[in-house]
């Protein structure tokens, strides 16, 4: 079945920190792979997407890249700044009819 | 604007009581669907629907019913039956477009935090 494993938190950074949130999947094919961010008392916002293998999904400074040989896809970001705090979920679609989320990681920066 | 408005902000039930989580969406998206967010937990799904008058038991359906009258609307009741019900709750929409690229993106509302009194 489809499953998606994420880092477990929460994650504490101080400003300007490298940051990175790990995710592996498991999927029966050709999965699309999606990291949301959730705000304070809010719903989920998309932050990027890949849809194949060796893409790379990029906005806001955060980057992640679909590696089907390890199936991951880690977030990243060079320098995080106190309103990047929020949840992160990694999550994957199989031709869009189900999504399948993560736990989701807390992170907190701190100035 | 175009969006998903979920309604109420805070919800509080009863024992016994059944409770409806409202969600109305103007992006003429075909899919909507509910999930159900615990701390430390991820999403879970507990309804979709595709097309107007037919929806799909996601993962947790039992003490949950939807309906389904209206293109842009998909409320939720909480019924009597579900025995933890106090979590937050997600409604989500997304268009079902031809290409695989166009139609995968989820559009979410702000939530509803249910709680038992």
């Known amino acids: 079945g489809n499953s998606v494993t994420q880092m477990e938190g929460p994650v504490t950074l101080s400003e300007e920190a490298f940051l990175t949130i790990n995710c592996t999947y498991t999927?029966?094919?050709?999965?699309?792979l999606f990291w949301y961010v959730q705000y304070p008392g809010e719903g989920l916002q998309l932050l990027l997407k890949?849809?194949?293998?060796?893409d790379k999904g990029s906005n806001k400074g955060f980057e992640a890249t679909y590696r089907k040989e390890t199936t991951s896809f880690h977030l990243e970001k060079g320098s995080v700044q106190v309103s990047d705090s929020a949840v992160y979920f990694c999550?994957?679609?199989?031709?869009?009819?189900?999504?399948?989320f993560g736990t989701g990681t807390s992170l907190t920066v701190i100035p | 604007d175009g969006g998903i408005t979920q309604s109420p902000k805070y919800l509080f039930r009863k024992e016994g009581q059944n409770v409806t989580l409202s969600c109305e969406q103007n992006?003429?998206?075909?899919?909507m669907y509910w999930y159900r967010q615990d701390p430390g937990q991820g999403l879970r799904l507990i309804y979709y629907?595709?097309?107007?008058?037919?929806?799909q038991k996601g993962d947790i359906a039992e003490g949950y019913s939807v309906s389904r009258e209206k293109k842009e609307s998909f409320p939720l009741t909480v019924t009597s039956a579900q025995k933890n019900p106090t979590a937050f709750y997600l409604c989500?929409?997304?268009?079902?477009?031809?290409?695989?690229?166009?139609?995968?993106?989820?559009?979410f509302g702000s939530g509803t935090q249910l709680s038992v009194l």
């Open positions: 989500a929409s997304r268009a079902l477009g031809r290409g695989r690229l166009t139609n995968e993106k989820l559009f």
């Open positions: 999927a029966t094919g050709y999965p699309s």
């Open positions: 890949a849809t194949k293998a060796d």
């Open positions: 999550a994957l679609s199989e031709a869009g009819n189900q999504f399948y």
């Open positions: 992006l003429n998206h075909d899919a």
């Open positions: 629907s595709q097309i107007v008058n037919d929806f």
